[in-house]
């Protein structure tokens, strides 16, 4: 018997696959640890007095030797007074990632997902790892949606993943269009809004009046909380009802159970950071504009997408030459239509200079 004859057909696709990069990339960023990490979006704005609160929060509450309560009710009701939904059209998971798999698991399967593309590989990882069938549809050239387009494109698809704003682009896409292919598609259509609180408006709110719109959110990103992992979704009743139906009782971990507990006590400190993050993104835009041999795109979300246009540079040049200096950044430029593009997270100012003074460096020498 050869170990690999048991492996599941998912498994053994995404070996197979050209999506084994993520492993790969995650692999490689073992390099990055002792970087500048401006590559995963993490959110370092939050004040460092706002994240101890928070730890001194769950030390005072948690007792690690009993299990979290289950179905991450606490985080549930939590999360309920934080965006004044009901605790009906909410679940949690171990970060969005969590859901995203509960997802394809419970309206997938081995059928085939609609993914708008370029974006957030995550999508396809998790449709190929359940044996399904991950089907793309790609922007248009100004990088934003067509309804059109996507339902054209929708033919024997159970599922359509859009993600908005869009990672790794940070264009939010039109309202009308996204709902126009709620409307129209009889699938469910799920939104990732992982980076919306940096945007200003989200579809959250219109989500329970639909029988088919799930919008993703996780506080990995506006709240600071990647390392607890924290995800949640919105959605119907009833689509919530199945979702939970295939939910582990203890995915979310008691921490961060209270983690969330902790911020919405103090969700008016938070907004008040995540507002110095919309800041510092277009101060680190207005600089990127006055520098040749990059262009940067305009973002809704905690990154900003440029392309590399100074000749003899490419995306993958450009990345390794900021790693050089200390800078990691995400190299995107594989993915079709954003060619030779790097994607670097908003940073403090001092991280953002860094940047921008590793950037002037490698590209001009000075
Ligand atoms: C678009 C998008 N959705 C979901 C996630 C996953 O978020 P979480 O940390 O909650 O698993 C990410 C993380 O980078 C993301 O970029």
Known sequence: MKIEDLVCRGVRALASHKKTEITETYDKMS????????????????????????????????????????????????????????????????????????????????????VIEPTFEMYEFYITRRGGVKVSCLVNDDLCISADEILRAVNGVKAVFICSPNNPTGIQYDFEEVLRVVENFKGLVVVDEAYVDFAGKSLCERAPDYDNLVILRTLSKAYGLAGLRVGYMVASDDIIKWVKVAEPPFNVNAAAQYAVEAIALRADDFKRCIAKVKEEREYLYSQLTKLDGVKPFKSSANFIMLKVVKEGWNSSKLVNALLNKGVAVRDRGNLPKIENCIRVTVGTRDMNNLFLNALKEVLHGS
């Open 31 to 114: 390099l990055f640890e002792k970087a500048v990490r401006m590559d995963l979006n993490e959110n370092f704005l939050i004040e460092e007095e706002l994240v101890k609160w928070v730890l001194r929060y769950v030390g005072e509450h948690l007792d690690p030797r009993r299990y979290p309560p289950a179905k991450g009710i606490k985080a549930v009701k939590a999360l309920s007074s934080l965006t004044g939904l009901d605790e009906a059209n909410l679940a949690v998971g171990n970060g969005a990632d969590e859901l995203i798999e509960r997802l394809v698991n419970v309206f997938v399967g081995d059928d085939r997902a609609l």
